[in-house]
Structure formats: C-alpha cells, structure tokens
C-alpha cells in the first residue's frame, strides 16, 4: 500500500527535535564530561552542524548511516579537544 500522505516537520511544531537534541547533549556530556569543556549552547550547535553536514554525504550515498553517527560523533568529541572513547 502507497502513502497517500507525508509530513514534515520543518519547524519543531509536531516534534520538538531541538528540545531533545540538547537533553541528549546534556545525558551525554553527564556520562563524558570532556564535552562540558565547551559551553552546552556551543556544543549543541556544533553537534547540529556536525549532524547535517554528515547526512548530506549519507543522503548523497557516500558513507553509510552507521558512518555518519560514528563521525559526527568522533568530530565533536574532538572538537572538544578529546578522543572518542574506544568502544562507544
């Protein structure tokens, strides 16, 4: 069966994306607090950053999606002046 319809949520206003992305931020900074070496408004944005620069290399197929978290990830710890821990 097709989709007769699609939604999309350009603005936070069926889901508050922005919300959970920075409570996501904060869980992960309590268990890494190298990621509070930066204040949280600047680490959320560059995690947002880093989260839409990698989804375009994955939309266009050049990683995969698994890639594109573990980079994200590996850039904003760096970023933080810390390497990703080994085995997360």
Same mark, same amino acid.
């Given at each position: 069966?097709?989709?007769?319809?699609?939604?999309?949520?350009?603005?936070?206003?069926?889901?508050?994306?922005?919300?959970?992305?920075?409570?996501?931020?904060?869980?992960?900074?309590?268990?890494?607090? %190298?990621?509070?070496?930066?204040?949280?408004?600047? %680490?959320?944005?560059?995690?947002?950053?880093?989260?839409?620069?990698?989804?375009?290399?994955?939309?266009? *197929?050049?990683?995969?999606?698994?890639?594109?978290?573990?980079?994200?990830?590996?850039?904003?710890?760096?970023?933080?002046?810390?390497?990703?821990?080994? *085995?997360?």
């Amino acid at each position: 069966m097709r989709p007769r319809l699609a939604l999309f949520d350009l603005d936070d206003t069926l889901a508050d994306y922005s919300a959970a992305s920075v409570a996501s931020i904060e869980a992960l900074a309590s268990l890494y607090p %190298v990621l509070s070496a930066r204040p949280l408004d600047e %680490v959320c944005e560059t995690y947002e950053r880093l989260v839409d620069e990698w989804h375009e290399r994955f939309l266009a *197929g050049r990683v995969s999606l698994e890639a594109a978290r573990l980079e994200r990830m590996r850039r904003l710890f760096a970023w933080c002046w810390c390497e990703l821990p080994l *085995g997360q």
